[in-house]
């Protein structure tokens, strides 16, 4: 009853992060005119791909990607993301394989690249895993402003409580918008529509 009860709690956290985050990008773009491409978001990391291999910003640029942050014991937020990110792809048709799709782990002591292999062998084929060691991960995190913050649990077990926005990135690497955990699905095709649009 007890992990069910913390387990309740980081999700209601969870989306009330996100909620918060998407609220903030929204006033800023509403308000100020400004292109949300100018907040500072991204930037140089050194981390490993389910391959065990180096992937850096520079392998995501070239074309435009999503990035999500969560971890495979994730009860709820996580999978649900990954399974809306891959009918949003699915939705745009041929257009979808023209975006890239990258779940970064914010748990790298548990989330080894075979273990994340193994996770996301169950969701869309396009979605990418990207972990590594706590001080590379540290740093991506940092880099893309996401709040990640271990939770203990019982049995000296933990959760993990993060940030659920998943962000849109241009090809250049540049900050475009979000997508809302659990944003309507035509509404989020839009901003993938806008997303490629941006592309030229």
Not at 55 to 82: A, E, Y
Not at 88 to 101: H, P, T
Not at 126 to 139: F, N, Y
Request: proline share 4%; net charge negative.
């Amino acid at each position: 009853m007890a992990k069910l009860r913390y387990a309740l709690w980081a999700l209601v956290f969870v989306m009330g992060i996100g909620l918060a985050y998407a609220t903030m990008t929204w006033t800023l773009n509403r308000t100020s005119g400004n292109s949300l491409a100018a907040i500072d978001i991204g930037g140089p990391f050194e981390a490993l791909g389910t391959d065990g291999k180096a992937i850096t910003h520079d392998t995501m640029k070239g074309r435009p990607h999503l990035v999500f942050f969560g971890f495979t014991n994730c009860p709820d937020v996580c999978p649900t993301s990954l399974y809306e990110t891959g009918q949003w792809l699915s939705s745009l048709g041929d257009d979808g394989n023209k975006i890239d799709a990258y779940f970064v782990s914010v748990d790298p002591a548990r989330d080894t690249p075979e273990q994340m292999g193994d996770y996301l062998s169950a969701f869309d084929k396009r979605i990418k895993g990207i972990t590594g060691s706590e001080e590379q991960i540290t740093d991506l995190l940092a880099k893309w402003r996401v709040f990640a913050q271990k939770v203990p649990l019982e049995d000296d077990d933990y959760t993990m409580n993060h940030t659920a926005t998943t962000y849109l990135m241009k090809s250049d690497g540049s900050f475009f918008g979000t997508i809302a955990y659990g944003e309507n699905i035509d509404t989020a095709k839009r901003k993938l529509e806008r997303l490629l649009q941006a592309e030229g």
